[in-house]
């Protein structure tokens, strides 16, 4: 294990403190405990300060909150006011209804390799499990660790499949070195579920805001444009795990491909200019 690797895990929120309660139990959990946290508010709610502020008497990791006007869906402005406020050598991006693994920390961390981004995936979980999480019935810790022996059931409450991605494996496991690794198709970035060097995203220069709320800024831009200065990427599906909480999609937010988003990836725009800094 990599044990001086100073990691910022940045957490993209809106307004779900809930959730975001569950995320900070899951990381008082981490094996791995070198490690901040950026709760990166696309807003700046009054409730949201009140929160932090007693999550930083209640845990004893760092945890920084950067904020923003509250204008519409701006993840991508959001995410780098936490990569610009993040002094971790490694970034680890997750969104703001994704509960982690207690290994969530130390398998990505074991994973970072310099000339490569690491991307995962992760449970989505059905109504009955996420009421449960959301009304204490069910603890994070509980859930991972009981994941085998509840599997069919999380995965008839699922309604959106995936439940095969919570069998996780140590990277220094004989299933992850001579199964997992060999994988040969392409791993898709998932925004909510990745990490890379702060030094790589600075090279892009982070989140391209010009694309708004297009669901792509969030992995599909991150993902080609780390590829174009020269970088690989490296699963961690099954490895590092997180499960996400049941929500009804936001139709509005269709994955489609804007035509600013194709026309700089022809152009081959890999740096953006309204990024972490404004060029």
Not at 13 to 30: F, G, P, R, W
Not at 66 to 75: A, L, S, V
Request: proline letters at 1%; hydrophobic letters at 35%.
């Amino acid at each position: 294990m990599k044990i001086d690797l100073k990691v910022s895990v940045i957490i993209a929120v809106y307004k779900d403190t809930e959730a975001l309660d569950l995320i900070l139990e899951s990381l008082s959990y981490q094996t791995y405990k070198q490690f901040e946290v950026v709760i990166a508010e696309d807003g700046e709610s009054e409730v949201m300060r009140q929160f932090v502020s007693e999550a930083r008497k209640k845990y004893d990791f760092a945890i920084k909150h950067t904020t923003q006007k509250d204008r519409g869906i701006r993840k991508s402005a959001s995410q780098n006011n936490g990569i610009r406020a993040a002094d971790g050598e490694y970034l680890l991006f997750i969104d703001g209804d994704c509960v982690l693994y207690s290994t969530f920390v130390e398998y990505h961390v074991a994973l970072a390799e310099k000339g490569f981004f690491v991307g995962g995936r992760r449970v989505n979980l059905g109504p009955k499990y996420s009421t449960m999480l959301r009304k204490k019935e069910l603890y994070p810790l509980d859930l991972e660790k009981k994941f085998v022996k509840n599997f069919f059931d999380i995965s008839k409450d699922s309604l959106e499949s995936h439940t095969e991605e919570g069998f996780s494996f140590s990277p220094s496991s004989f299933v992850y070195k001579y199964i997992l690794s060999k994988r040969k198709k392409k791993l898709a970035l998932l925004g909510c579920n990745f990490g890379c060097f702060k030094e790589d995203m600075e090279k892009i220069n982070g989140f391209d805001e010009d694309l708004g709320d297009a669901a792509v800024a969030a992995d599909t831009d991150i993902q080609w444009r780390l590829e174009a200065i020269g970088l690989q990427i490296k699963s961690c599906k099954n490895v590092a795990n997180q499960f996400h909480l049941y929500h009804k999609k936001d139709e509005s937010q269709e994955r489609a491909y804007p035509a600013l988003f194709l026309a700089k990836k022809e152009k081959n725009e890999y740096i953006c200019k309204n990024g972490i800094r404004k060029l």
